[in-house]
Nanobody
C-alpha cells in the first residue's frame, strides 16, 4: 500500500489544520489507519487511529482537539486538528495495517502498522 500525506503547514497556536492521507489499493475499506508524529529529538509518537470498522483511538494529549475520520470512497483518512499548540509541532506520518486492532495498545504501537507515508510537517507558532 502506498500512502501520500498532505495538509501540513505553519499555523498559529489555537489554529486548525486538516491532514489528509490518500492510500492506493482497492481494499482500503479493510485497512486500519493511523497517524503518528515525530518531533525533533523525540521518538515517534502515536496520535490517532481508526479501525476498518470505524472505531477511533486517541492519545490523551489530543483528545477533544483532534478528530480522525475516513472516506472509503476516496481511499483517504483525515486528521482534523483544532486548538493547536506549540507542542503539536512535528512531522506527521500516516500508516496502515490489515492486522487486527483489538484495543488501544494494539492501535497505538508502530509495530501494528506495515506501510507508512512520507510525512507532512506541522509547525505551530506560539
Amino acid at each position: 500500500v502506498q500512502l501520500q500525506a498532505s495538509g501540513g503547514g505553519l499555523v498559529q497556536a489555537g489554529g486548525s489544520l486538516r491532514l489528509s492521507c490518500a492510500a492506493s489499493g482497492r481494499t482500503f475499506s479493510s485497512y486500519n489507519m493511523a497517524w503518528f508524529r515525530q518531533a525533533p529529538g523525540k521518538e515517534r509518537e502515536f496520535v490517532a487511529a481508526i479501525s476498518w470498522r470505524g472505531r477511533s483511538y486517541y492519545v490523551d494529549s489530543v483528545k477533544g482537539r483532534f478528530t480522525i475520520s475516513r472516506d472509503n470512497t476516496k481511499n483517504t483518512v483525515y486528521l482534523q486538528m483544532n486548538s493547536l499548540k506549540a507542542e503539536d509541532t512535528a512531522v506527521y506520518y500516516c500508516a496502515t495495517s490489515s492486522m487486527t486492532i483489538l484495543d488501544y495498545a494494539t492501535a497505538s504501537t508502530p509495530l501494528s502498522y506495515k506501510d507508512w507515508g512520507q510525512g507532512t510537517q506541522v509547525t505551530v507558532s506560539s
